[in-house]
């Protein structure tokens, strides 16, 4: 029974990721305040627990990257030989494009970090990955998405990824290093900044899924080393179901990415973000009203 419930725990957790990862609503936020109401429970203490977790949230990540990998595949290849020399160099340009634009959230995420440590003792993780940040943060960029959507009068001029400029890749992953805050959505940060600078919500949509491929790529990376480096160094066994729990929060996000993928594309072709904003401030609202009363 301890088994299928944390295996059940991991189904959560994957299909939150899975949805929430690729709508502009907070995949980051979602999940920590999903651990307020649910959380996994593994041998052998309370802090391989807190290590794992902290781990598990965001190495989950690799299965909803899988999705956009899947799902444009014959878009993001480069070596592809039946394709013109043309297209594949073209192929290598929006890859380059993509990599100028995680500049700036990868300096800001790993320099940052490390500054804020040294001085204050706490990283970005402990300053910020909280439930009071994570609802300000979603009724904040709530807002920003109607007045955005209200008020922004500037026409689409890029209807495709491909006519996206390195300056202007490099201006969206600027967007994207808001996504430091919990709560406040990588998707939704660069999907705002590219409709600023004159993105159609497609192409706004779409090249904020490419940029997902090298940040959560690294982005996990990072905590599964961090997670082997504990491991290894207080010589701890981990547990089998640990794994598996892993493995199944992984497959589920894969699996519900490819659905969430394929609506958010749809969706953007007729409707506006609104909607997302009017989520995030209920969410918010709603939970501030929860805390308050619990």
């Known amino acids: 029974m301890y088994e299928l419930i ?5 189904v959560i957790y994957g299909l939150v990721e899975g949805i929430t990862e690729w ?9 920590i305040l999903l651990d307020e109401f649910l959380s996994f429970s593994l041998a052998p203490d309370a802090v391989f627990t807190a290590e794992f977790c902290e781990m598990f949230d965001v190495v989950i990540q690799l299965g909803a ?6 799902t444009y595949f014959s878009r993001l290849w480069p070596l592809n030989p039946k394709k013109e020399k043309s297209e594949n160099a073209r ?7 993509v990599l100028v634009a995680s500049v700036p959230a990868a300096l800001a995420g790993i320099v940052f970090d490390k500054i804020l440590e040294k001085i204050s003792g706490k990283d970005i993780d402990g300053w910020l990955y909280n439930a009071p940040v994570v ?9 920003f998405f109607i007045l955005i ?23 969206i992953g600027v967007f994207q290093m808001l996504a430091i805050i919990p709560g406040t959505s990588r998707s939704g940060s660069t999907i705002l900044g590219s409709m600023l600078i004159g993105l159609s919500r497609t192409a706004a949509a779409e090249f904020s899924f490419f940029m997902a491929i090298p940040a959560m790529a690294g982005a996990s990376a990072i905590k599964a ?3 082997v480096s504990y491991v290894t160094e207080h010589n701890t066994d981990v547990p089998a179901i640990a794994w598996i729990i892993l493995a199944v929060g ?5 699996g519900v990415s490819m659905v969430s993928i394929k609506f958010l594309t749809d969706f953007v072709k007729k409707h506006s973000f609104i909607p997302f904003g009017v989520y995030r401030i209920a969410l918010g609202v709603a939970l501030i009203v929860w805390f308050l009363v619990k």
């Open 225 to 227: 080393l961090g997670f």
């Open 23 to 31: 709508l502009p609503v907070s995949s980051t936020g979602h999940l």
């Open 65 to 70: 990257i899988l999705a956009v990998v899947v």
């Open 135 to 143: 609802v300000a943060a979603l009724i904040i960029y709530g807002v």
């Open 149 to 171: 959507e209200k008020f922004n009068k500037k026409k689409a001029v890029i209807e495709c990824v491909d006519d996206i400029s390195f300056r202007q890749a490099f201006a």
């Open 6 to 10: 944390q295996i059940i725990t991991a």
């Open 91 to 97: 192929i290598w340009k929006l890859w380059f494009k």
């Open 250 to 254: 992984c497959a589920v996000a894969f």
